[in-house]
Nanobody, 110 residues
Framework: QLVESGGGLVQPGGSLTLSCFGS???????MEWHRQAPGKQRELVGI???????RYSAAVEGRFTISRDDAKRTIYLQMNDLKPEDTAVYYC???????WGQGTQVTVSS
């Protein structure tokens, strides 16, 4: 089971950090962050491999940072310079296990 937290309302240019806590050991797994904006398909935000550096979509490269603390069974999504188009429900998942969290809403608006 994965549980996301940290969403909320933020002004354009602001920052927010999301967390995703795993009920089991996540150390062996590649983890991903996705998001789904209203009326749009879910899209990949970034990948947190368990043995490599994170990778990001072009839409968030340079603004978002993924990190993981396997001892705490948690991955993080640090989001800076947020834009209205970043408004979405953000999900974490374990792609090889088909496990998704319930999502956390991020709204960027003045």
């Amino acid at each position: 089971q994965l549980v996301e937290s940290g969403g909320g309302l933020v002004q354009p240019g602001g920052s927010l950090t999301l967390s995703c806590f795993g009920s089991g050991d996540i150390a062996w797994y590649n983890m991903e962050w996705h998001r789904q904006a209203p009326g749009k398909q879910r899209e990949l935000v970034g990948i947190a491999p368990n043995t490599e550096s994170p990778r990001y979509s072009a839409a968030v490269e340079g603004r978002f940072t993924i990190s993981r603390d396997d001892a705490k069974r948690t991955i993080y999504l640090q989001m800076n310079d947020l834009k209205p188009e970043d408004t979405a429900v953000y999900y974490c998942n374990i792609p090889t296990a088909g496990v998704w969290g319930q999502g956390t809403q991020v709204t960027v608006s003045s």
